[in-house]
Every structure is written in C-alpha cells, then in structure tokens.
Nanobody
Framework: QLQLVESGGGLVPPGGSLRLSCACS????????MGWFRQAPGKEREGISC????????YYADSVKGRFTISKDNAKNTVYLQMNDLKPEDTAVYYC????????????????????WGQGTQVTVSS
C-alpha cells in the first residue's frame, strides 16, 4: 500500500523558514515523479514544485521560485521542500504527491497527473 506522510508544517513569522518532509512507503522514489502542492482557504489546489524520477530535474512555480527548494533522499525514501523567506500568501495546506510515470519531465505539476497523495500539513505565515 502506497503511503505519503507530510510533516514539518507550523506557524512561522514572515521571512521565516520551514522544511517540509514527505516520508514515502510502499514504493520507491526511483520510479515516481514527486510533486508538492498547496491549497489556501477558498482556493483551488495548485502545484508549486516537482522533481523528476531519474535525473532530478526540478520545476518551481513563479510564486515560489528562488525561495523554495525541492529535493529527495532516495535512501530515506523521503522528499523535502525547503521554504525560505516565507510570506503570508504562502499560508496553505501543503501536500506531496506521487506520479508513476517513468518518462515524466519536471514540469508544472497538475493535480490530475498525480494519483497518490499525502494528508497534508498546515503552514501558517503570520506575525
């Protein structure tokens, strides 16, 4: 059974940092493209970053480019999202997701492309 469990969310002041983790089980990252999404209250879920399966190419939405960094540790079967210089508009529930597509490039993650999801972790940026 495939499972994704996010952690690392919390309350942080503007300008602060958080590192989200997504611990995966039941599959290995070697065969999946991994994405991070977020959903703010009253808004649709949006893809913000992804990392390809085999060459570790990455993609970032313009809203987070230069501030967020996606990475993965295949030995730990865990994906990370380092978030720096956080802004109030980054407040959302953050989800990691897995896409089993051996040839998928690192492009803007679309909800419809990812079949496996974690439960989400809340990130609140506020003073």
């Amino acid at each position: 059974q495939l499972q994704l469990v996010e952690s690392g969310g919390g309350l942080v002041p503007p300008g602060g940092s958080l590192r989200l983790s997504c611990a995966c089980s039941g599959f290995t990252l070697d065969y999946f493209r991994m994405g991070w999404f977020r959903q703010a209250p009253g808004k649709e879920r949006e893809g913000i970053s992804c990392i390809s399966r085999n060459d570790n190419n990455t993609y970032y939405a313009d809203s987070v480019k230069g501030r967020f960094t996606i990475s993965k540790d295949n030995a730990k079967n865990t994906v990370y999202l380092q978030m720096n210089d956080l802004k109030p508009e980054d407040t959302a529930v953050y989800y990691c997701a897995a896409d089993w597509n051996p040839f998928a490039p690192a492009t803007m993650p679309l909800v419809s492309e990812y079949a496996y999801w974690g439960q989400g972790t809340q990130v609140t940026v506020s003073s």
